[in-house]
């Protein structure tokens, strides 16, 4: 079955700084791999996916995510922390099974930028 | 081009009653999905409809039930509301014809007493 782990709870950054989101996955094939974040009592937005390609993918908001195939792993980077990305932040794996597709979300990561 | 809209933001409703929540969907996309996200949870799938059938559903019991409407609107029925049924009901739009990519409702935020 197809799933997606964040490790991390939650995760603290000075603004300013480099900030990494971490997501495993584990998929029978080709991983369709989704980034959303949510702001508090809102839905989710997209930031970026991986469908195929280069293994760095750029989105929105200066966020880009590094897709490994070898670890498995899916991390969400920005090079800049700013104390507006503090939200909740989710992975997600494309599962295409018998049940026309669906979004498998890992548990979230709540990420807090302080001044 | 407009986003997924959903009705009413929030709600509080009575063990025992009915629910129905609804979603107009992103301007050219034919598919729409529910997911259900319990507070400190990741979303959960409930079901998809595209051409007005239901083509998917997680493990949710016959209790949550849907419709897809021509114009690729939707709405979410739960019967029998439990306490457990208080979260976030969150719609998503998409379409078969472009890259896989999901659009998101604001949510409903529904709570049982």
């Known amino acids: 079955a197809q799933s997606v782990a964040q490790p991390e709870d939650q995760v603290n950054v000075a603004e300013g700084n480099p900030l990494t989101v971490k997501c495993t996955y584990s998929v029978s094939g080709n991983p369709y791999l989704f980034w959303y974040v949510q702001y508090p009592n809102r839905g989710l937005q997209f930031l970026l996916k991986y469908i195929t390609g280069d293994n760095l993918v750029k989105g929105s908001y200066g966020f880009e995510a590094e897709f490994n195939k070898s670890q498995t792993s899916f991390h969400l980077k920005k090079p800049s922390a700013l104390v507006s990305d503090s939200a909740l932040y989710f992975c997600?794996?494309?599962?295409?099974?018998?049940?026309?597709?669906?979004?498998?979300f890992g548990q979230g990561t709540e990420l807090s930028v302080k001044p | 081009e407009t986003g997924v809209t959903q009705s009413p933001t929030h709600l509080i409703k009575t063990r025992g009653q009915q629910v129905t929540l609804r979603c107009s969907s992103q301007?050219?996309?034919?598919?729409v999905s529910w997911y259900q996200q319990a507070l400190g949870q990741g979303p959960q799938f409930i079901f998809q409809?595209?051409?007005?059938?239901?083509?998917g559903r997680g493990n949710f019991p016959p209790r949550f039930s849907g419709l897809q409407f021509p114009n690729y609107s939707s709405e979410l029925n739960v019967n029998a509301l439990e306490l457990d049924d208080s979260a976030l009901y969150l719609c998503?739009?998409?379409?078969?014809?472009?890259?896989?990519?999901?659009?998101f409702g604001s949510g409903t935020r529904l709570t049982v007493v």
């Open positions: 409809y595209y051409r007005e059938e239901e083509n």
């Open positions: 997600a794996v494309r599962d295409f099974g018998n049940q026309g597709g669906k979004l498998i």
């Open positions: 998503a739009s998409s379409s078969t014809r472009t890259t896989y990519g999901y659009t």
């Open positions: 301007s050219g996309h034919n598919t």
